[in-house]
């Protein structure tokens, strides 16, 4: 499975984005989509997924703010990001994930990640 991440840019505090995430390859497995965010100094965390289903999950602190959506026909998912603040700077990653089965536990792929700068 590969990950084509794309839309991290500079935006100002209180603006928005919209990242995109491409998956090509071996994706037949792949159950569910999402994106996770390393701010410098920190540890990646969750921010948002989305099912093969169409069902999401967000991270608390994020829901009302960020929207994850997927365009199955373009094997696709995108992240709307709304009143941007200066603590959602961070690199954004992709990631597609398989289901576990009965002989391995669950496997992610990662995007390359791409770069949101808020300015204060």
């Known amino acids: 499975v590969q990950l084509q991440a794309s839309g991290g840019g500079l935006v100002q505090a209180g603006g928005s984005l919209r990242l995109s995430c491409a998956a090509s390859?071996?994706?037949?497995?792949?159950?569910?989509m999402g994106w996770y965010r390393q701010a410098p100094g920190k540890q990646r965390e969750f921010v948002a997924r989305i099912s093969t289903g169409g069902r999401t999950n967000y991270a608390a602190s994020l829901e009302g703010r960020f929207t994850i959506s997927r365009d199955s026909a373009k094997n696709t998912v995108y992240l709307q990001m709304n009143s941007l603040k200066f603590d959602d700077t961070a690199v954004y990653y992709c990631n597609a994930r398989e289901a576990p089965t009965t002989w391995r536990r669950e496997v992610d792929y990662w995007g390359q990640g791409t770069l949101v700068t808020v300015s204060s």
């Open positions: 390859g071996s994706i037949r497995s792949v159950n569910a």
